[in-house]
Every structure is written in C-alpha cells, then in structure tokens.
C-alpha cells in the first residue's frame, strides 16, 4: 500500500515523539511491504514564530491533499498569552474545520500492568475499563452564537438533525466492532437541542439492530464513569459533553502519555494526535512518553487504511513492552526500568 501522510511536530515534547512515531511507521511499511511518504508540515508556535501564524494556507493545502495527518502536540509558554491575536490553538481548530473533521474518536483504556496508575479503587478499576468516547467536534456550543448584552453574556447549543446524524453512525460503527453497546449521553430532561439528539439517535438505531442503545443523562454518565467504569463501552456525545467526560475518562487511566485520539470525516482522511499536549516543562529532556503517539499511528493505520494488522502489531508491541515492566517516567511503578523517550521508541519499533 502507498500512502501519504502529513507529519506535523509542533512544539515543545511534539518533535520528540513524532520522532519515535515515525520510527514505528517506518518498521511497519519495512515488515508488511508498504510505502509511506512522510510530508514534514509546519503549524503551532514554531509556524507562527516563521510566518506569523499558527496554520498557514501551505500547511493546511499539503494536510489536505495527504490521506492521513499525524500531529504531536502545539503550543507553549512563549505563545501562551491569551490576549495574543494569533494562538498556536487556532492551528488546531483551523485543521479539524479545515479536514472537515466532524467525529473526534477518544480510547480511553487502562493497561494492565499499568492498573496502580488509575486514582480509582482496585476494586472498581479491577473489573476493566476500555471504553472509547465519540464525540461531536464541529457543532454545538462551541460554535454556536455567542455574545454579551449589558451585563450577561450567552452561548447556544444548537444542533441540526444531519450533524447529528452523521456523528451517530459513526458512533454505531464503531460499537458495532466492538461490544454493540453504546450510550448516547445528552441531557433530554432539561434542553431541547439534547431532545432532538434523543429523537436522531434512535432513528439511527433502527439501521444498527445488533446494537443496544442505552440514553444516560449527562450528570448521570459522569457519576457513573468513576462509580462503574466496566459498564461503558462506546458513548456518544456532543461536542461540549465529550469534551469534559472524555477528560474524566482519561484520568481514570491515569496515563496521559498512553492516549491516542483520531479525528475523522466524511472520507478515510483522519487526523492522528496523542491527547496530551506540548508538554514544554519536560520538553528536551528526553523523558516524554511517546506511547501516545505511538497508538495513535496504530489508529491511522486502522481507521484510515484499513491495516488491522498492523495496527494490531503496534498495540501488541505496546503491550510486550509494558508487560515486561519498561515504563517512561511519567508511569513508573515500583521495580520497573525507567527509560527514556528515544529507547522506549527503540524498544516498541524492536518488538513489532
Ligand atoms: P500538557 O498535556 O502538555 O501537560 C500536562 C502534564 O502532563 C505536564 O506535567 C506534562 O509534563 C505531562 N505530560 C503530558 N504529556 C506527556 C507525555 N507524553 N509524557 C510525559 N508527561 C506528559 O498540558 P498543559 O501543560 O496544560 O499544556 C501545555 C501546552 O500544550 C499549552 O501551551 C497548551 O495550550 C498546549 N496543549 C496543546 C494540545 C494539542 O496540541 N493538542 C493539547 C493540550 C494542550
């Protein structure tokens, strides 16, 4: 298979764990006889550093010409001013509208050599937790109309019945692949948007017969993430709901250097990026966790191109590795070998 694939670094730990994503990439294409074309594409502080913004008209053409885009992370303390006319942010947010990138895709799964991580109870953690949350990313609150009047300020939540729609079967597509148990989570009782979210959500059901829907109100589901975990699998959320639950999920974890993120549209095209950031307090030092990153090639790899078996192949190396008790610093546990970012990498692309 021949593809290309946009790369961009960013800043901060972003150019050491590309570096290591690119290596497994590379022993991937070498092991299974593929061809990928790796285009270096520039965006974040470093873009606007260069040419005064954060995702110049070049980058965004050469992401959208690739058939996937690979990102490390963007920002830092030198672009952190909230009052600066041009964020490395707005990077972010001008490549998902530009890529058309409607669903963003969170796994969130606790390892289990990695279990102490978690702030949750044994007892509760014990009994599994790997869910993935689909979540709305171009509609909602966050893109609906805001503003200020005298002294009160508003945002609306408005949804149309194709958005949703759309985001739905991405959602039963994915539950369909795995357990065919997906919550849609809204808050029906109190808004009008989260009843017509209701209404779309069964209406798509009747194409997924062989997948339970279950509504959970949203209070409910961030109740029942820390009190039950084991009893999710897929949920579906809009764009402001997965925003806070999908972090919930991840803490849960206890591991942010362990999770991967896809953002997908219409197409086969997708944006891969590990959730965390730019993490500039240990940038440099060669300590970053590029698992992240890693699992986040493992999802291109799948969503995108359709390699299952590769994509496994990474996961499984993942697995090996920790198993066998190597961590980076930011998951070390007691008796474990601390490695560095470039050795991790070296170890993972080893093993695959
Ligand atoms: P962060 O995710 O960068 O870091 C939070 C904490 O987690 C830090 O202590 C960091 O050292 C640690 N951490 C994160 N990733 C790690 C990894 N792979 N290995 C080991 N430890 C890791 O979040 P923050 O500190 O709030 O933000 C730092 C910068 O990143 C800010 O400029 C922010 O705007 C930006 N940011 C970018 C993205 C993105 O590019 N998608 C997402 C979030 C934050």
């Given at each position: 298979?021949?593809?290309?694939?946009?790369?961009?670094?960013?800043?901060?730990?972003?150019v050491?764990?590309?570096?290591?994503?690119?290596?497994?990439?590379?022993?991937?294409?070498?092991?299974?006889?593929?061809?990928?074309?790796?285009?270096?594409?520039?965006?974040?502080?470093?873009?606007?550093?260069?040419?005064?913004?954060?995702?110049?008209?070049?980058?965004l053409?050469?992401?959208?010409?690739?058939?996937a885009?690979?990102?490390g992370?963007?920002?830092?303390p030198?672009w952190?001013?909230?009052?600066?006319?041009?964020?490395p942010?707005?990077?972010l947010?001008?490549?998902?509208?530009?890529?058309?990138?409607?669903?963003?895709?969170?796994?969130?799964k606790?390892?289990?050599?990695?279990?102490?991580?978690?702030?949750?109870?044994?007892?509760?953690?014990?009994?599994?937790?790997?869910?993935?949350?689909v979540?709305?990313?171009?509609?909602?609150?966050?893109?609906?109309?805001?503003?200020?009047?005298?002294?009160?300020?508003?945002?609306?939540?408005?949804?149309?019945?194709?958005?949703?729609?759309?985001?739905?079967?991405?959602?039963?597509?994915i539950?369909?692949?795995?357990?065919?148990?997906?919550h849609?989570?809204?808050?029906?009782?109190?808004?009008?948007?989260s009843?017509?979210?209701?209404?779309?959500?069964?209406?798509?059901?009747?194409?997924?017969?062989?997948?339970?829907?279950?509504?959970?109100?949203?209070?409910?589901?961030?109740?029942?993430?820390?009190?039950?975990?084991?009893?999710?699998d897929?949920?579906?959320?809009?764009?402001?709901?997965?925003?806070i639950l999908?972090?919930?999920?991840?803490?849960?974890?206890?591991?942010?250097?362990?999770?991967?993120?896809?953002?997908?549209?219409?197409?086969?095209?997708?944006?891969?990026?590990?959730?965390?950031?730019?993490?500039?307090?240990?940038?440099?030092?060669?300590?970053?966790?590029?698992?992240?990153?890693i699992?986040?090639?493992?999802?291109?790899?799948?969503?995108?191109?359709?390699?299952?078996?590769?994509?496994?192949?990474?996961?499984n190396?993942?697995d090996s590795?920790?198993?066998?008790?190597?961590?980076?610093?930011?998951?070390?546990?007691?008796?474990?070998?601390?490695?560095?970012t470039?050795?991790?990498?070296?170890?993972?692309?080893?093993?695959?």
């Open positions: 298979m021949n593809k290309n694939i946009a790369v961009i670094e960013g800043d901060g730990i972003g050491e764990i590309i570096a290591e994503a690119v290596k497994v990439l590379k022993k991937i294409a070498q092991k299974f006889g593929h061809s990928f074309n790796l285009i270096p594409v520039e965006m974040g502080g470093c873009a606007i550093d260069k040419y005064g913004v954060a995702l110049p008209d070049f980058s053409d050469a992401c959208k010409a690739a058939d885009v690979l990102l992370a963007v920002g830092g030198k952190d001013d909230p009052t600066a006319r041009v964020r942010e707005q990077g947010l001008g490549l998902r509208a530009g890529l058309g990138c409607f669903a963003n895709i969170r796994p969130a606790v390892y289990a050599p990695l279990a102490a991580a978690s702030p949750l109870k044994d007892s509760i953690i014990g009994k599994g937790f790997d869910i993935v949350v979540r709305e990313l171009t509609g909602g609150i966050y893109f609906g109309e805001s503003g200020r009047e005298g002294d009160s300020a508003f945002d609306t939540e408005r949804y149309s019945v194709p958005e949703v729609e759309r985001i739905a079967h991405a959602a039963f597509k539950a369909r692949g795995r357990k065919k148990v997906l849609s989570v809204d808050k029906a009782n109190v808004l009008e948007s009843r017509l979210w209701r209404e779309t959500v069964a209406r798509v059901a009747k194409a997924y017969p062989d997948v339970s829907v279950i509504n959970i109100l949203v209070d409910n589901a961030a109740m029942q993430l820390v009190r039950n975990p084991a009893q999710f897929v949920m579906l959320t809009s764009n402001i709901f997965g925003d999908s972090d919930e999920a991840s803490q849960i974890t206890g591991s942010i250097g362990m999770l991967a993120s896809a953002s997908t549209g219409e197409g086969t095209r997708g944006l891969y990026e590990p959730i965390h950031g730019s993490a500039p307090d240990i940038a440099g030092k060669n300590i970053a966790n590029p698992i992240a990153t699992l986040s090639v493992a999802m291109m790899l799948d969503i995108s191109f359709g390699l299952k078996a590769e994509a496994q192949a990474i996961d190396a993942v590795v920790l198993s066998d008790n190597y961590r980076t610093a930011d998951i070390a546990t007691d008796g474990c070998t601390v490695l560095g470039i050795q991790m990498g070296d170890l993972i692309t080893e093993r695959i």
